[in-house]
């Protein structure tokens, strides 16, 4: 903007000038509307006198011509009317008549005398005819009175001057103008006037035409008078506009200079001062007066003078037309503000620097805010660090809140730059509070242990009731921290105070606490919300502590319950063997008894005996089965078999019961049914035996059926149907639980445990199936249970062994074979060695494993047998040693088939056995079915059995 503060304003008179051009355009045009018709009236007014005088001349010479010629004397004798055709008429008239033709404008000329009468004519040049047609003669007659004279004819005899008519004058023959020359005579009287009349029209048509003129000259006048006026007007109202434009805007600068927030000065070339803004004064620290006795380097930071003498000069010497920069002034007090400045020059038309304009705004404020803005994207960034590093740290997986508490005291304090870091966990119902951790920034320490009553912050406490932390800016006075500023803030100088509380799920557990020491702190949201997080990953820490102890207790649980589970099996391992062996001792040896030469009563009380001790190795048999399966000791096999061939087996192990009480038995296998199955025969056996001897078993009369059909969802579905004394419907729900009978009393009538069912159940549900019942009592039980098909019939291996009874088998003779036996029980020692021999083959007996070893180390034996428990060295230690010592040359690469005995046929105890490098176990009580089986598989010479005698089961 061109326009400077210093410009002069406009003066008042100017502006008014300038205030209403219609008005001054109305005078204007007013004043040249007077101003031409003056100047076109006097031309007019000249014109016309002019002309008037042209003609009054030319009357006058015209008259006094006429005059000259006139013939005086002879004017003087024509005194009569009749001497019209004198010759002194004519000689009179003659020259008169020379200048009308020579003078056309002239109409008359003529002569009158004064006489008493009045005005007389006496020679009129005028021919005596009616030249314009009215009927009158033109000539005027002689001596002929001359009406209504014009005065000046008068005036002319009296004056004896030459006069003339005043104005054009009008008569019957025309308008005219006339001049009047007194002629006298040789005496010097006057003789006549001689009239000379000008046609006049002739005048009042030029007057005419210059009147026009006139008018038209006016209106050009008032035509250029409006025009003028119109000019007049727009210029004036364009003039105005212009100033307005100016004055709006030297209105605006200065409302901008004197009010606006920048400081703004106008600056000689000199560097003086010419104007400052209040803002720049405000800026600057002093007045107007103050600063017109300084330089603006005086006020400048020493450290910016050079940039900005070097800017100033660039501009001086016409390289730009001004200069940005940011600055810093040095005010009154000495205080530094930063501000940029923005300096532009004014040039004068001849290109000289007229003056500077410099605006400066304060940027202190921005520059401070900045700085704050930067600072806190600083510590968010460090927050942000520190959480994440903490969420990563293992000793918050870990719940080692101790080692976390470490690092988040000291990763806070050092991201924060808080004096103190520290975190509290309450203890004993939260009476007190012990420091875990305390980082002290400056010295870089950490410590641990104080103490402090939760009686001293019990404000903080109703504080946290409703909020999350405490944020003390002045805590020394803060209600919320009153308890503890004595005893615990002021001897620390502490003297602002954000604690957080440490709460997971819904407990809280302790304090995360940033103290600050010396000058009072403002907490920030942001600070806030990150000791928030801290305090949240102390707690998860916390709860994952909570939980590794759960879990450690759980696993101390869970090994205690597996020791237990591991010493009842052992004990149901020992015990097994502990009954198992004397039952064994006492069903052989009734066998064997039966087998010697008895009276009718012994062998009555042998047979008594034998199904006592049968019927109790059943009881004892449910009652391990039951154990084990409630232990979750028993496992199923899944491989293939001929499930035909079990069932049959089964029914064929029942028959001679059924044949005592002559009830039909019959297995009926369903064509569609597969009979290859996989799964575990035995147990399916026994499940089958169990249901069918109880069919049996409540039977008196008529016929029992096991029948497979095939059910829904690929499982076969096994029956058991009997026509016996059936079960009421109150007690089917309950009979597959244990030790229940359908009716107590039948206990005594029919025997059992109650556990057969139950232990059915479990089976059954083990091998994947379903069991049930339908009974109607007095009318039969049918007992069912499910099996799962197999997806594709499974190819066996082998065979199933045939069917035999067991009283089936056939002694065979192997004498050559030589078996070692090593069982410390005499009974099982005399048992066995009985049957071997009965098979024909050569026993040697040892009582404990390291004889066995001995023994089998100095001889070469086709089969031994081997108890597990033994004294000195048990089986499993034996059979090592017998396998080493086979592996070594000594050995001679051969391999003694190792037969387990034992009466825990747990799957464990099978691997073990296999583990320690036996080939196969027996189940204690050793029955001659399965020790035969042994033989056949270990001894294959040896097809031959041991001989019926022990047959138990
Ligand atoms: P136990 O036969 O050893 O008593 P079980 O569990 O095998 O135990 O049988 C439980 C009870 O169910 C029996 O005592 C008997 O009352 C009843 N029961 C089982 N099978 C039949 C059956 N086929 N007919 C009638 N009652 C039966």
Request: aromatic share 6%; hydrophobic share 45%.
């Amino acid at each position: 903007m061109a326009t400077s503060p210093h410009t002069p304003a406009l003066r008042a008179s100017e502006r008014g000038r300038f205030a209403r051009p219609a008005l001054l355009a109305v005078v204007t045009a007013l004043a040249f509307l007077l101003g031409a018709a003056a100047c076109e009236w006097m031309l007019y007014v000249t014109a016309r006198e002019v002309l008037r005088q042209t003609i009054d001349e030319e009357l006058l010479a015209t008259g006094r011509l006429a005059a000259a010629r006139l013939d005086v004397a002879a004017h003087a004798r024509l005194v009569r009317e009749d001497q019209l055709n004198d010759p002194d008429y004519v000689a009179v008239v003659a020259p008169f008549r020379e200048l009308l033709s020579a003078l056309p404008h002239i109409r008359y000329i003529y002569t009158a005398r004064q006489s008493p009468e009045g005005v007389r004519f006496a020679v009129d040049a005028a021919l005596p005819v009616d030249s314009d047609g009215d009927g009158v003669i033109d000539q005027a007659g002689l001596g002929e009175i001359y009406e209504d004279p014009d005065p000046a004819v008068l005036e002319s005899f009296s004056s004896d001057e030459q006069t003339l008519s005043s104005e054009p004058y009008t008569d019957k023959w025309g308008t005219f103008m006339s001049s009047f020359t007194p002629v006298r005579d040789a005496a010097g009287r006057i003789e006549c006037v001689v009239g000379v009349d000008s046609d006049a029209s002739v005048y009042l048509g030029r007057i005419a035409q210059m009147r026009r003129a006139l008018g038209v000259g006016l209106v050009g006048a008032l035509v250029g008078s409006a025009l003028v006026g119109t000019g007049v007007f727009l210029f004036q109202r364009s003039r105005l506009r212009a100033v307005r434009v100016l004055q709006l805007n030297e209105a605006r600068f200065r409302g901008f200079f004197d009010h606006g927030m920048a400081g703004m000065a106008i600056l000689a070339p000199t560097g003086h001062w010419l104007e400052v803004n209040e803002a720049l004064c405000e800026l600057v620290g002093y007045t107007r007066e103050q600063l017109r006795g300084l330089t603006p380097g005086a006020i400048t930071h020493a450290d910016d003078r050079t940039r900005e003498d070097e800017a100033v000069a660039a501009v001086t010497r016409g390289d730009h037309d001004g200069y940005s920069m940011e600055k810093r002034f040095v005010r009154r007090d000495g205080t530094v503000v930063h501000a940029d400045l923005s300096v532009r020059c004014v040039r004068s038309d001849d290109g000289s620097i007229d003056h500077f304009v410099a605006v400066a705004v304060d940027t202190t404020q921005s520059k401070h805010a900045k700085e704050v803005i930067l600072a806190a994207l600083r510590q968010s960034e460090a927050s942000l660090r520190v959480i994440s590093q903490v969420a990563a740290a293992p000793a918050l997986a870990g719940g080692q809140v101790e080692e976390l508490a470490r690092l988040v005291t000291e990763q806070a304090a050092l991201a924060t730059d808080i004096e103190r870091v520290s975190v509290w966990m309450f203890e004993q119902d939260g009476a007190i509070a012990r420091c875990i951790d305390l980082y002290e920034h400056p010295a870089a320490r950490h410590t641990a242990g104080a103490v402090l009553k939760r009686a001293d912050f019990e404000n903080e406490f109703a504080a946290f009731k409703t909020s999350r932390y405490v944020d003390a800016h002045d805590a020394l006075t803060d209600p919320r921290t009153r308890g503890y500023v004595e005893p615990y803030l002021r001897p620390r100088g502490i003297t602002s105070l954000l604690d957080v509380i440490i709460r997971t799920s819904g407990r809280d557990l302790g304090i995360l606490c940033f103290e600050r020491v010396g000058r009072p702190h403002h907490w920030e949201p942001r600070e806030i919300s990150f000791g928030c997080q801290l305090a949240d990953q102390i707690g998860i820490a916390i709860l994952n502590r909570e939980q590794h102890q759960a879990t450690l207790e759980l696993m101390r649980a869970r090994d205690e319950a597996q020791a237990a589970s591991r010493a009842k099996s052992e004990f149901l391992a020992v015990m097994s063997h502990e009954i198992r062996t004397p039952m064994n001792g006492v069903i052989g040896f009734a066998n064997l008894l039966a087998d010697t030469t008895l009276d009718t009563t012994q062998l009555k009380f042998v047979g008594t005996i034998k199904s006592s001790a049968e019927a109790l190795l059943h009881v004892i048999n449910d009652i391990l089965d039951f154990s084990k399966i409630e232990a979750g000791h028993v496992e199923i096999d899944h491989e293939p078999f001929n499930a035909r061939d079990v069932m049959a087996a089964a029914v064929a192990v029942l028959q001679p019961r059924a044949d005592e009480k002559k009830l039909s038995l019959a297995l009926d296998w369903g064509d569609e049914v597969p009979r290859r199955w996989v799964g575990d025969q035995d147990r399916l056996r026994q499940v089958v035996l169990n249901l069918a001897g109880n069919a049996i078993k409540y039977t008196r009369q008529g016929a029992v059926l096991v029948r497979i059909l095939p059910d829904s969802g690929g499982f076969a579905r096994i029956s058991i149907v009997d026509t016996g004394i059936g079960i009421a419907p109150e007690a089917q729900s309950r009979l597959f639980n244990k030790f229940t009978q359908a009716d107590s009393s039948m206990t005594r009538r029919f025997g059992g445990t109650g556990l057969g069912l139950a232990i059915s159940r479990q089976l059954v549900e083990l091998m994947g199936g379903r069991i049930g019942l339908e009974s109607e009592p007095g009318r039969g039980s049918t007992f069912w249970f499910t099996h799962p098909l197999p997806a594709v019939e499974p190819a066996l291996e082998a065979p199933a062994a045939p069917v035999e009874a067991d009283s089936a088998a056939a002694p065979g003779a192997a004498g050559r074979h030589r078996v070692l036996l090593a069982d410390d029980t005499e009974v099982n020692q005399v048992l066995i060695v009985e049957m071997l021999r009965r098979a024909g083959i050569r026993v040697d007996v040892v009582a404990d494993g390291a004889e066995a070893v001995r023994r089998a180390t100095a001889h070469a034996y086709d089969l031994i047998l081997m108890d597990c428990q033994m004294p000195v060295m048990d089986g499993f230690a034996a059979t090592e040693a017998i396998r080493a010592h086979e592996a070594t040359p000594a050995g001679g690469g051969r391999h003694t088939p190792i037969v387990a005995l034992t009466a825990d046929v747990q799957a464990a105890t099978a691997e073990r056995c296999r583990a320690a490098g036996m080939d196969d176990f027996l189940t204690k009580p050793v029955r001659s079915q399965g020790l035969r089986e042994a033989l056949r598989r270990w001894l294959p010479a040896a097809a031959g059995a041991p001989p019926a005698g022990p047959s138990p089961a």
